[in-house]
C-alpha cells in the first residue's frame, strides 16, 4: 500500500511525496504550473508556489482506480488542478486546466470526499467571501473525466452572502450531516445564522424535520437554519462542528455571545420536533473578532463523541487556559467534569522545539484509510500564527521539519 503527502516545501513550492507504508524511503516532486510566481487574491492565474495566503492550502486524494487527483493554492483564482497519468505515481502528474469548464475561475477551499460508494467527489467554493456558491463535482471512473454531481449549487448566497460549509460528516445513521454558517463580507464579524442539512447521497437533501430541500439552499430556505445568530452574535466560521450522542441524535458545537456579552461555547441538538440549545460553558470572557484575512483564533471546539465507557466529550482549546475536555451529561449537555483534553500526538510533541518566538505547532491528521485499522497517522510541523494574510516583515524562523508519526488508535 502507497501513503501519499501533499505540502509546501521550504522554498514553498507544492510538492507531492510518496512511500510503501511502513517504508522509509520517500520519493519526492515538485508540482509545476505556467506561473512562477504566487498567485495573488483574485489573480487570474494558476500557480504552485505558495505566497502568505493561509487560505491556500493543498489537497490530494486516490480514486478507485489509483489516479492521484490534486488540487490548491487559490483564493479566489482560477482552479488548480492535476492528475497523475499513471496510478499511484507521483512522477506523472500533469496540470488539467478545467474540470466541467464552468464556475472555475474563482476558486477557493478545494476539497475532496467519497460517498457511500466509494465515488470520488470534489467541492470548491466558486466566488469570494460574501458573495459566493458552492460546486460539487464527481469523478466519473469508466468515462475518467469530471462530471457535474448538483445541477445547481448546493449552497447560493445570492450575491448578498456566502455559506463557509463544514466537511460533511457521515453519521450513525448512514447519512452525510452537514452544517455552515453564512457571512455577509470579508469581514469575520459579519458571520450567522448557523444552519444544517442532511442527505443519504450528497444529491438530495433534507432539514433536521426530514423535509425535502430545494437547491440551491439559501438563507431563506426553510427549516435549515439551527440557531439564528445574528452579525456580530459571536459565531465565526469554523465552528459548528458535527457530532452525536449516545443515541445517535445529531449535534452541533460552536461559540456565540450570551445576552451578556460574554463568549459561551454551545450544542444544538436535534430533538425530534426542534432545536435544542444547550449552554455548556460559564465563560466571563469575550472574543471580540472583526476584520478579513486569516486571524489568530482564540477559541477552539471540537465535535461532541460518545466516549467508550459511556458519556459524552467535548475537547475545546482556549488561547488563555489551554486545552480541555468537558464530561457532559447526556440529558443536558452540562459539563459533570473537565479533564485533560486528549492530544493528537504526545504531550511533549504539541510543544514548539524552536526557540522563535511565537512559533506553534501544526498537525494535520489523516485523510486516508491505511491497511491497519489499529494505526492512524499525523503530520506535524511548527509555524508563525496566521498574520492576516500579510507578509512579514523583520527575521523570520529557520523553515520547520514536516514530520510523520504513527499513533495507536486507542
Known sequence: AWQFVAYYDADRRMTVAARQVDGETWQRVHIHAAQPDAPGYKAKVTSTRLGWDSHNSVTLAVDGDGYLHLSGNMHVNPLTYFRSRRPWDISSFEQQFSMIGRNEERCTYPRFLTDLRGDLIFHYRDGSSGNGVEIFNKWNRKERRWVRMLDR???DGQGRMNAYLQEPVLGPDGRFHL???WRDTPDCKTNHDLSYAVSEDLVHWRTAAGDPIELPITIDTPGVIVDPVPVEGGIINGTGKVGFDGQ??????YHKFD??????????RWEGEGWSIHQVSDWTYRWWFEGGGSIINDLNLGQVTVLPSGGLALDYWRR???AGRW??????LRPLATWPSATPLPEPLMKPNSDF????VRIAEDEGAGPDPARRYVLRWETLPPNRDRPRTGPLPEPSPLRLYTVNRV
Not at 445576552?259 to 444544538?268: F, K, L, N, V
Not at 464530561?327 to 443536558?332: N, Q, S
Open 153 to 155: 449549487p448546493l449552497t
Open 179 to 181: 452544517s455552515w454558517v
Open 248 to 253: 445517535g441524535r445529531v449535534i452541533l458545537a
Open 259 to 268: 445576552q451578556a456579552g460574554a463568549t459561551q461555547a454551545y450544542c444544538a
Open 320 to 322: 488563555q487556559e489551554g
Open 327 to 332: 464530561l457532559l451529561d447526556e440529558e443536558t
Open 357 to 360: 518566538p511565537g512559533m506553534e
